[in-house]
């Protein structure tokens, strides 16, 4: 008797510990998301002045070109 509760409470434990190791993951997965978004909004803010006047000169460009 005591083999069988034994072995029902170490099923019960495995399927919380499974849950609880999914549940780690999304929000390892989630952080890494984060860190990336971060990453990327940083790397164009540093470059966002730059990039602004590049994009000016090139409109310049094309409308003199196409312009009367």
């Known amino acids: 008797m005591k083999v069988r509760q034994?072995?029902?409470l170490s099923k019960r434990l495995g399927k919380r510990g499974r849950?609880?190791?999914a549940g780690v993951t999304?929000?390892?997965y989630g952080?890494?998301?984060?860190l990336i978004a971060i990453a990327i909004i940083g790397g164009l803010s540093a470059?966002?002045?730059?990039?602004?006047s590049i994009w000016t000169v090139?409109?310049?460009?094309?409308?003199?070109?196409f312009g009367p």
């Open 58 to 65: 090139w409109t310049d460009k094309v409308l003199a070109a």
């Open 19 to 21: 849950s609880r190791q």
């Open 6 to 8: 034994v072995n029902l």
């Open 47 to 52: 470059t966002g002045g730059a990039n602004g």
């Open 26 to 28: 999304s929000i390892e």
């Open 31 to 34: 952080l890494i998301a984060a």
